[in-house]
């Protein structure tokens, strides 16, 4: 059973830097990619950030491209999303989940941590 965690949300005023924390455990995560979404208030879940696992290769939306920097520890079974000059628009609830070979979510997500950037 897969199992991820999120954390490392919180307040933090606009230019601010946070790092979030997806903690893994399960089968499916030992060898899985994985990516970050986020859901703000009245809008529809979107893509952050993904990660191969198995070559760490990265891809960004062009909103946060730049600011934003996704990375793994195998050793600690944790990815991290490492957010700097963080903008208001970026307030939203933030999501890791397991992905698929072609980056599409399968369905394993953690329950989000809350990403608040005041002006």
């Known amino acids: 059973q897969v199992q991820l965690v999120e954390s490392g949300g919180g307040l933090v005023q606009a230019g601010g830097s946070l790092r979030l924390s997806c903690a893994a455990s399960?089968?499916?995560?030992?060898?899985?990619?994985m990516g970050w979404f986020r859901r703000a208030p009245g809008k529809e879940r979107e893509f952050v950030a993904t990660i191969t696992w198995s070559g760490g290769i990265t891809a960004y939306a062009d909103s946060v491209k730049g600011r934003f920097t996704i990375s793994r520890d195998a050793a600690k079974n944790t990815v991290y999303l490492q957010m700097n000059n963080l903008r208001p628009e970026d307030t939203a609830v933030y999501y890791c989940a397991v992905l698929d070979y072609r980056l599409a979510p399968t369905g394993y997500w953690g329950q989000g941590t809350q990403v608040t950037v005041s002006s």
């Open positions: 399960g089968r499916t995560v030992s060898s899985a990619n």
